[in-house]
């Protein structure tokens, strides 16, 4: 098995192992549904980290949830493409594959550590059957010894003793749950790691010791990772590009350090207002007043200008696309949805058009 | 072990609590039937019987209570529940001895198809919810609703009088004698066919309900997520993950309402006179048979006390959080 | 006790969307099966008002019409005596009635007493009372209501009330003992604690506006074990067996070998009624249920669209249908 690992040497960054285009995910069946996500796109190139961040019910989960066709009722996708690109280079289309076929796939191309550290094991399992059942369904020539080896592997792999194979999930600490889960996830050392929110539930020693054994398995492994979370500047640490969402739509996206630093959309802005900063001078906490807008009802342009403390006539009428700003010739993968960069650039205001160095 | 230890130090207060019930019941009423059912059957009942009715009812107004309290526990460790009148001079232990095979045969025997069945529906309607299968729920509702023995009646006007395919009463042909041979069991089966299929089809909706529910809460729960992410088979997730932890409430479910499901496969009993202790309290009632009725109360509390004890021990079997030390 | 967690575990989570939810009063009644069992409820609410003054016949009466099937004369036929079956019916549901309502209500507020003062004392008080509870949970009620009402002088409708009330508060109080003690920790109560309010007043306002569903559940749960109890008791013969109620027709049905002699019309209609008379108690429940439980919530109401664009619910594997 471990001869299917690519070695980092061979995994070449730029290379899109995952893309999603124009993705709508509605909740309810009914004649007026929810918009949860309104036409979203997004790329995962091979072996790179992106950040989804944002406040909760933004979508950020939904959106990785709807990627791997996992979202519970009433959640359903009505358009777009999951286009994930196998180790053998072939392209396939998560939403067009048979039950059998996505049964297969899963957990083989994309693993998912679930936001619950606390749920996401059976309580009436062993640790040992939940990670071995995993590889067994998808592995079926494997015996029992090579299973259970395995199962030991991978948990020394995450830094916890084989003993604890024994054991039932009440009888683990909440973050050595989540080790475990990290340990499933890649069992089967699949090419996509979606993380929700996998620290949330974790106090903040334990956060910093999963995060860094994240990015260390990342080294070693060479797996893509989608880290979901509120937290912004966490995600400075761990991410190499990331995303923002607001209201079920992506508003700006690009590398990390330019998200940090100069950020480009006024809600990005504001989020990282919200989190005190890692390094250099503090500064004062802003966070956004009032809260996301109810997706139920319909939203007339920008979704963002109730609480933009910039928004203009043009805000209130036409949703901006999310598309590149003046700047594009010295950050090509920086895209923003906001109407101000169409304006003069001495219009803008001086938050939002910090030059790149 | 704490958990079943918990348990059964609570079991034995029940019993203490049921038995106390029992021995305070009569002393509550006002006036003492026995005395007048004592007088009925003067001179044929024997002293010994006598003194153990004095006992159990409190016939003598002199003792203090304590003192009838502690000869009361004396008499019931020795087995004797005092003399029924319905089956005047058969003791009361001894009617019940006779009676109870049939109860737990008839009864044990269908509330146990009927949760098997019911939680295997359950999970398969909770499983494949927002689909056709969901239409079984307002008829399982309806007969959930419905008084056992009402059933009994209707079942007893198609299939015995109409179609006359089964016995409608009795729990053998009363031709035979009870022996364990081929053609005495025949008869048995014959005629514990009809209650048995009454019981399992006016109990079964509670447990498809039931484990219903329970598979639509947990089928939400993110571990279950997890196994559909991991791609395992479907069957081993409706069985393995969902399934496998709906049914841990399902069984404190079953232990809570052992006590309501036996009071309806009772009368039951009354329904089909199946020769079991259902059928007896009802005889027992209609007699005025109050030594018969307090012993049928204890006994049918306590064997609801042993099924309590056996579902428990298969509950810790199943959960692991229950087996954790300390 | 771990049973107890176990078996609680799903309201307890839901106390907050309950509680709030609870202010937007009456709200459960937009579900359709809960529409359904209040219609039914009060279809027979309505009888056992004005069922004295429409029934054709007096119940008692002997007829010239003995064991008649139904006719223009007769709707539900007669009895062996004559008597018109309707009528007994149409009167017997104020017995019904009264005794499921009176029953329940005494019951619910045993509940109430018993669950609330046990979940917010915890302790040895909670200790104690949950135990007087699961006792009672346990010990079949039917036989000990038997034994019970059998030596008592007259099993009058009040009496009888009161015998299945004592026997019958033990469920209701468990499921209170468990909510109350999710919503004690809860930050209002909490603060208002802190803040020195009396506990009548937390109990009285913060707690029990918080439990209007589940109460109302038990509630209803209860009139549901207090109808089938005396009806059941009636057939058996325990109580009074001149006050008419649905029960009472079913004894004399049987004790007059209806079944035996094919009459059909005898027994049939007063067990619909039961039926009848559950199934909408227990709609009203079940609604209450995905109320208080919004993953209970059924896909139902949707059925009509998801058939027209073709959508199969299916956990773990979302539909995807593409706009046409």
Request: glycine share 8%; net charge neutral; aromatic share 10%.
């Amino acid at each position: 098995m471990s001869t299917v690992l690519p070695t980092p040497a061979t995994v070449k960054t730029g290379e899109p192992v995952l893309q999603i285009r124009n993705l709508v995910v509605d909740y309810g069946y009914g004649d007026d549904p929810t918009h949860v996500l309104r036409e979203v796109s997004l790329t995962l190139n091979k072996g790179e980290v992106l950040g989804l961040a944002g406040e909760s019910g933004c979508g950020m989960s939904t959106l990785a949830y709807a990627a791997s066709r996992l979202l519970p009722p009433p959640g359903i996708i009505t358009g777009g493409e999951v286009l994930f690109t196998r180790r053998d280079g072939s392209v396939v289309d998560i939403l067009k594959l048979s039950d059998k076929e996505l049964r297969a796939a899963r957990w083989n191309d994309i693993a998912i550590v679930f936001q619950g550290a606390m749920n996401s094991l059976n309580p009436v399992y062993r640790v040992s059957k939940q990670l071995t059942d995993v590889i067994a369904t998808h592995r079926p020539a494997l015996s029992r010894r090579e299973l259970d080896d395995r199962a030991a592997e991978l948990l020394e792999l995450v830094g916890i003793s084989p003993d604890r194979l024994r054991s039932f999930p009440h009888q683990l600490s909440g973050g050595m749950r989540q080790r475990v889960m990290i340990a499933m996830a890649l069992a089967l050392e699949p090419q996509v790691l979606i993380m929700d929110e996998p620290t949330t539930a974790l106090d903040v020693v334990m956060q910093r010791q999963i995060v860094e054994q994240i990015t260390d398995l990342r080294e070693r492994l060479g797996f893509a990772v989608i880290f979901i979370t509120h937290d912004v500047s966490l995600l400075i640490e761990v991410a190499d590009r990331i995303a923002i969402m607001y209201a079920g739509e992506i508003v700006e996206s690009a590398t990390a350090s330019e998200v940090y630093r100069m950020p480009r959309h006024p809600y990005s802005d504001g989020l990282l207002g919200s989190f005190p900063p890692l390094h250099g001078p503090r500064r004062e906490l802003g966070g956004i007043p009032g809260s996301p807008p109810d997706l139920a009802k319909p939203i007339d342009g920008c979704p963002y200008a109730d609480r933009c403390p910039f928004a203009f006539d043009r805000c209130r009428v036409e949703n901006p696309a999310l598309k590149q700003t003046v700047f594009a010739d010295l950050e090509p993968e920086r895209l923003v949805a906001c109407h101000l960069h169409d304006l003069p650039l001495a219009k803008v205001p001086v938050q939002l058009t910090r030059r790149p160095a | 072990m704490r958990f079943l230890a918990r348990r059964f130090i609570f079991y034995v207060i029940t019993a203490w609590a049921a038995i106390t019930i029992n021995f305070f019941i009569p002393r509550a009423m006002e006036g003492n039937p026995v005395d007048a059912l004592l007088a009925r059957y003067q001179g044929q009942v024997s002293p010994d019987a006598i003194r153990a009715l004095t006992v159990l009812f409190g016939l003598d107004k002199n003792q203090s209570l304590w003192d009838q309290y502690v000869q009361y526990w004396q008499l019931l460790f020795s087995g004797n529940l005092g003399l029924s009148f319905t089956f005047f001079p058969t003791p009361v232990a001894t009617v019940v001895q006779q009676s109870l095979p049939w109860t737990l045969g008839l009864v044990g025997l269908s509330t146990v198809i009927s949760f098997f069945v019911g939680t295997l529906i359950g999970t398969a309607i909770g499983w494949k919810r927002g689909t056709w299968a969901d239409g079984l729920l307002p008829v399982a509702t309806f007969f959930s609703a419905v008084p056992y023995f009402w059933l009994g009646l209707l079942a007893i006007m198609l299939f015995s009088l109409t179609l006359k395919l089964l016995p409608a009463a009795q729990g053998y042909d009363p031709g035979l004698i009870p022996n364990l041979d081929f053609i005495f069991i025949g008869s048995v089966i014959q005629h514990g066919i009809l209650p048995a299929l009454t019981i399992v089809l006016s109990s079964i909706a509670g447990w498809m309900l039931g484990m219903r529910n329970m598979m639509v809460t947990v089928t939400s729960e993110d571990y279950v997520s997890v196994a559909q992410a991991k791609g395992l088979s479907e069957r081993r997730i409706m069985f393995g993950y969902a399934a496998r932890n709906a049914i841990l409430p399902q069984i404190s479910g079953f232990a809570l309402s052992l006590g309501f499901i036996v009071s309806g496969t009772l009368v039951m009993e009354m329904v089909f006179s199946y020769p079991g202790i259902g059928f007896v309290l009802y005889q027992a009632v209609s007699a005025k048979d109050y030594p018969l009725m307090q012993g049928v109360f204890l006994v049918i509390t306590l064997s609801v006390l042993v099924a309590n004890i056996i579902a428990d021990l298969v509950y810790t079997l199943l959960d692991p959080r229950t087996r954790q030390e300390g | 006790m771990a049973i107890d967690l176990t078996i609680t575990a799903p309201d307890v989570t839901t106390a907050a969307v309950a509680g709030r939810a609870a202010r937007h009063r009456f709200v459960f009644l937009r579900n359709g099966k809960a529409i359904t069992g209040v219609a039914i409820l009060g279809f027979f609410a309505i009888i056992a008002i004005i069922g004295q003054f429409i029934a054709p016949y007096d119940p008692d009466t002997l007829g010239p019409d003995i064991m008649q099937p139904p006719s223009a004369a007769h709707w539900l036929g007669t009895t062996n005596l004559g008597q018109d079956i309707l009528s007994q019916l149409l009167i017997g549901t104020r017995g019904v009635m009264i005794v499921g309502f009176a029953a329940g209500i005494i019951a619910t507020i045993l509940a109430i007493i018993i669950g609330v003062s046990a979940g917010y004392a915890g302790g040895v008080v909670d200790e104690v009372l949950s135990a007087v509870s699961n006792i009672f949970l346990v010990i079949p009620a039917l036989p000990l209501i038997i034994i019970i009402t059998g030596q008592l002088p007259g099993g009058g409708e009040v009496v009888i009330s009161l015998v299945i009330a004592v026997t019958g508060w033990a469920w209701g109080s468990r499921i209170l003992r468990a909510q109350t003690l999710s919503l004690r920790k809860r930050d209002f109560v909490e603060a208002s604690r802190a803040n020195g309010e009396s506990i009548f007043r937390i109990i009285g306002f913060e707690i029990l506006p918080n439990l209007t569903a589940i109460i109302v559940s038990s509630f209803i749960g209860t009139v549901t074990f207090a109808i089938l109890s005396q009806i059941t008791l009636a057939f058996i013969g325990v109580t009074s067996i001149s006050e008419w109620n649905w029960g009472t027709i079913l004894f004399w049905a049987q004790s007059n070998q209806a079944l035996a002699r094919g009459a059909w019309w005898w027994f049939v209609p007063a067990g619909l009624c039961i039926a009848l008379l559950g199934m909408s108690l227990a709609l009203i429940n079940f609604g209450i249920d995905e109320f208080i439980n919004p993953r209970l919530r059924s896909t139902g109401q949707n059925a009509k669209a998801m058939r027209r664009r073709g959508i199969v619910a299916r956990i773990g594997f979302t539909p995807v249908v593409r706009k046409r």
